[in-house]
């Protein structure tokens, strides 16, 4: 089981092993540290085995590419996709590799992208 809140943070993704499909993680909370009297929702998400859990920063999704155009995230979840059989961790050097390839190198930012895969 996942247990999670959001503050502020960019959407993250669950991907199905069973179905081959992204689900959105739906929580949203206004951003850590606003008012000290926040309360965020926790949500909770069942994770069968071979799905994956998939966050990143706001330098992945807002990536500019070479003609100034954003990424779109469909792509960045399609990349996942192509890639589900191999280590988290290979998956994530991948994405890396590409979008420093595609990155508009006078708009940079950080990417920092985390892949979690239940395997027991």
Not at 11 to 19: E, L, V
Not at 22 to 33: A, D, K, N, Q, Y
Not at 90 to 107: A, F, G, H, R, S
Request: net charge negative; aromatic share 8%; proline share 2%.
């Amino acid at each position: 089981m996942l247990y999670y809140s959001s503050a502020g943070h960019e959407p993250g993704y669950i991907y199905r092993d069973q179905t081959g499909e992204f689900e959105e993680m739906t929580e949203r909370g206004i951003v850590l540290g606003v008012n000290k009297h926040t309360r965020y929702k926790q949500s909770e998400i069942k994770i069968e085995l071979q799905d994956m859990i998939i966050v990143f920063t706001d330098g992945v999704t807002e990536l500019r590419d070479q003609q100034n155009e954003f990424i779109k995230t469909k792509d960045l979840l399609n990349m996942i996709k192509e890639h589900k059989q191999l280590h988290p961790q290979d998956i994530v050097q991948i994405l890396y590799e590409e979008l420093v390839k595609l990155q508009n190198p006078n708009k940079r930012d950080d990417l920092t992208i985390l892949i979690v895969k239940r395997v027991k």
